[in-house]
């Protein structure tokens, strides 16, 4: 990557005044993010080692300016590990979710991080930073043909199974019972609580059609019945959070609550029910990555208050943690 040329077309380093290269304006990046240093002891360790000579108000402005730069250099960091793709996979499965982080002192979610994470890769393969108000959507993270995508309940909506259809790729998503609106192969009403077994067999499927007309995607409804002690804890879980808000519990998600239900455009011949399901309960790997940012990355822990500042924090984190990542990826036999 030529960091200078990136430098200067995200008007990160259009002086070199205290700064003299666009390496030494990332090495300050680190320093003041994942080397969780203050502004004041990155600027005073920076005069120190001879990588810069500017005081933390300095700092602060070329910080604040490296947020595009930066996420330049993360976009290239991910992609030259997209060209290191094991080969050999039946599916090439990806776990699409979402993450949030909340600035120092707020009540509520400031900031989101959506990522796509690829088993196969033992790794994240695209990282993106965003505002909290931005949903969780597919249009954030790369999709390509072949993709098998697994995703949650948050991304059950008609746009995103459209997206990855027009761009070649499958989708494997988890759903509500009123997450999306189902129909069946003549166009009418699909009532997926009807269609709930009452006894038999652990998994069913149903054909059905995500929206209607031309633009109706074809899907598989595969409804997957849970234990009987996860049932109960679900249920459990339902009306106490409805006791916490002074409402009650609809009858209608609790006799969901017994059901794993999944929406698939994968071919019975690519996968069958069972193996659908299987596929699906691989989602835990990337909530394992995400616990592994925010506690031992520290991508929990932002300081900055200011957004364009906080901005070039969160992305200098990721920045370190995909290069570790890497670094443990060429050690190992294989990815962990």
């Known amino acids: 990557m030529d960091l200078e040329a990136s430098a200067r077309t995200h008007r990160a380093l259009l002086r070199k005044r205290g700064v003299r290269s666009a390496a030494d304006l990332l090495h300050l990046a680190l320093l003041h993010g994942p080397g969780g240093l203050s502004l004041r002891a990155a600027a005073s360790h920076a005069t120190e080692a001879g990588i810069a000579d500017l005081c933390d108000v300095s700092l602060l402005d070329r910080l604040r300016n490296a947020g595009d730069f930066l996420a330049d250099v993360l976009s290239h960091l991910l992609a030259d590990r997209a060209g290191q793709a094991p080969t050999g996979a039946a599916l090439r499965l990806s776990l699409v979710d979402g993450s949030t982080i909340s600035a120092p002192g707020s009540a509520g979610s400031d900031w989101r991080l959506h990522a796509r994470y690829e088993p196969a890769r033992g790794g994240f393969t695209d990282l993106v930073i965003t505002k909290a108000q931005t949903a969780e959507a597919l249009c954030h993270v790369a999709v390509h043909p072949g993709d098998v995508l697994v995703k949650d309940r948050g991304y059950a909506r008609v746009r995103n199974f ?19 609106k189902l129909f069946d192969s003549s166009g009418n009403d699909f ?18 059609r995500i929206g209607r007309g031309n633009a109706a995607v074809p899907a598989r409804l595969i409804i997957v019945r849970k234990p009987p002690e996860a049932t109960e804890r679900q249920c459990k879980r339902l009306k106490r959070r409805a006791s916490r808000q002074g409402s009650k519990t609809d009858p209608r998600t609790l006799q969901a609550a017994g059901f794993m239900m999944l929406l698939t455009s994968l071919t019975p011949d690519r996968a069958s029910a069972e193996e659908v399901a299987r596929l699906y309960r691989m989602r835990w790997q990337i909530e394992l990555a995400f616990k592994r940012l925010k506690s031992l990355g520290g991508l929990a822990d932002l300081q900055a208050k200011d957004p364009r500042l906080a901005r070039s924090w969160l992305l200098a984190h990721l920045i370190a943690a995909v290069l570790i ?7 190992l036999d294989s990815p962990p």
């Open 191 to 208: 009532d997926l609580l009807a269609s709930l077994p009452h006894s038999g067999a652990p998994v069913v499927e149903h054909q059905v």
């Open 325 to 331: 990542e890497t670094s443990l990826g060429e050690d």
């Open 162 to 180: 459209a997206h990855a259809r027009a761009e070649g790729a499958d989708f494997l998503t988890r759903i509500g019972w009123r997450s999306a």
